[in-house]
């Protein structure tokens, strides 16, 4: 019994080493004088920092750790940032060797086949890239030449794709037209090329790689989709996301990067745009308030603000109806649909004799309110002047009654004048009213088709809109 208890505690030790988790690269690069270097590695449009290593000026350092390093391609930049060089990873052991006054043609691996490839594509492209830059070269030498390039790639991706960098290739590939499509003539060609070009952007990605987003390619070819390829319109946008979503689900990590990408891309900084808010209120009703959640990765304070989010936007996304406010005491209709004027006359939205109705929200105390709205003023008369059907549904908000008249008579605007200074309409509900002023502009069926742009944009906005109806 003895023995027999020995050799199960020998089986199971063995077994353990065998399947024992971790990395270990050991680098020996000559002329390495720095006393750090990085490990980085790419993700999404990135490059990350994942370790520092004290080298101390030696020529040798491991990088080793207990848990697995992710397949993709890595960086060790040198302490100055000035210099890198790449490699995969694929298998956790090996061995490196290189130069710092050479790195991609003094580079040489033990028991890194896949690192092998890498290099010899590196010196390869290396040398057409100097004889592109030949200057006597004609432009049919360089178009060979980069047709070489192409088809080593092609190969590599053919013979080699499971190597991250195959994965790379892939991704850098374009569409293939079948001779049914490029010899297509008449008046769809264009159309139909371009719908073609479209559905098949992404047949040749493997999104259940998991080196995928580890590349310093997958970022552009997304951004490039939804930048240039895609209708760049926020009621197209969403078809596509969803579409785009749904090849994803194979991988959850590529699913949740395309996901995030996706919502937050137009709903701040300089990507912002009007009406693009609709977009995010999609992919958030989609992915991150939709029961079950499927963004199970975002923590509950996070959900918790998308969701307020997504229902301030609800009543006020563009090429929807706008709410026509109506006065309400305990739940209950006061009076006819509509706000008050300065005579207590309820004036509805719906029922403004123009085509176009700019719905004003304002404060006559507020000292931005007090610089906008004499500029729209001058551009509400003008366009009357020129006999375009346009009105402005004012609405004040904050302002006690008689402030609010006395503003009145000194300004004299004769546009429709209404105030709801009680919140009886509940209007910051319906129109996401979190400052003043704001804007909402209105087509004849009332659908917003601009928001949240001040008097100088709407002037721009409808000038563009009167031209295309006249065109029309």
Request: a negative charge; hydrophobic letters at 35%.
């Amino acid at each position: 019994m003895k023995k027999i208890y020995s050799l199960i505690i020998i089986m199971l030790l063995s077994i353990a080493g065998a399947t024992a988790q971790g990395h270990k690269i050991k680098f020996n690069i000559k002329n390495l004088n720095d006393s750090i270097v990085y490990l980085a590695r790419y993700f999404g449009d990135n490059k990350y920092i994942k370790d520092t290593i004290v080298v101390d000026g030696k020529e040798k350092f491991t990088i080793e750790g207990d848990e697995e390093l992710d397949c993709g391609i890595y960086l060790i930049v040198r302490e100055k940032r000035n210099a890198y060089f790449e490699f995969v990873i694929t298998n956790q052991e090996f061995s490196v060797f290189s130069d710092t006054i050479d790195f991609i043609n003094k580079t040489t691996f033990k028991n890194s086949p896949d690192n092998e490839l890498l290099y010899d594509y590196f010196k390869f492209s290396g040398k057409k890239g100097k004889l592109m830059s030949d200057s006597t070269l004609t432009k049919e030498e360089k178009i060979k030449i980069g047709e070489e390039v192409q088809a080593y790639k092609k190969e590599f991706v053919k013979n080699h794709p499971a190597n991250p960098m195959a994965v790379a290739f892939a991704v850098q590939e374009d569409v293939d037209f079948p001779d049914s499509i490029k010899n297509l003539t008449g008046d769809d060609a264009d159309r139909d090329k371009y719908y073609y070009y479209l559905n098949h952007y992404w047949d040749k990605i493997d999104f259940s790689s998991n080196c995928l987003l580890r590349t310093p390619v997958f970022h552009g070819k997304l951004q490039r989709y939804f930048d240039k390829w895609v209708p760049q319109h926020f009621d197209s946008i969403p078809f596509y996301a969803d579409n785009l979503i749904e090849k994803t689900r194979v991988n959850e990590e590529v699913f949740k990067y395309v996901v995030n990408y996706l919502t937050f891309k137009w709903e701040s900084g300089k990507e912002k745009r009007m009406c693009w808010d609709k977009v995010f209120y999609h992919m958030a009703r989609s992915y991150y308030t939709s029961e079950p959640v499927q963004a199970t990765w975002t923590e509950d304070g996070q959900l918790a603000k998308i969701r307020t989010r997504v229902q301030d936007l609800k009543y006020c996304l563009c090429n929807e109806p706008a709410v026509p406010l109506q006065m309400t005491y305990q739940n209950e209709n006061y009076g006819p649909i509509g706000l008050e004027d300065t005579n207590k006359v309820r004036h509805g939205l719906y029922e403004t004799p123009a085509d176009y109705v700019i719905m004003w929200f304002w404060d006559s105390d507020c000292g931005h309110c007090k610089k906008q709205t004499p500029v729209l003023w001058d551009m509400y008369k003008k366009y009357k002047d020129q006999g375009e059907s346009l009105e402005v549904y004012a609405i004040n908000i904050e302002q006690e009654t008689e402030g609010y008249l006395n503003y009145l008579r000194e300004h004299e605007y004769t546009w429709i004048n209404v105030q709801d200074t009680a919140h009886l309409s509940k209007f910051r509900d319906y129109y996401d009213i979190y400052s003043t002023p704001v804007a909402f502009v209105l087509d004849k069926e009332r659908k917003i088709i601009g928001k949240r742009i001040d008097p100088a944009a709407i002037d721009d906005f409808l000038k563009q809109v009167f031209e295309d109806n006249k065109k029309k």
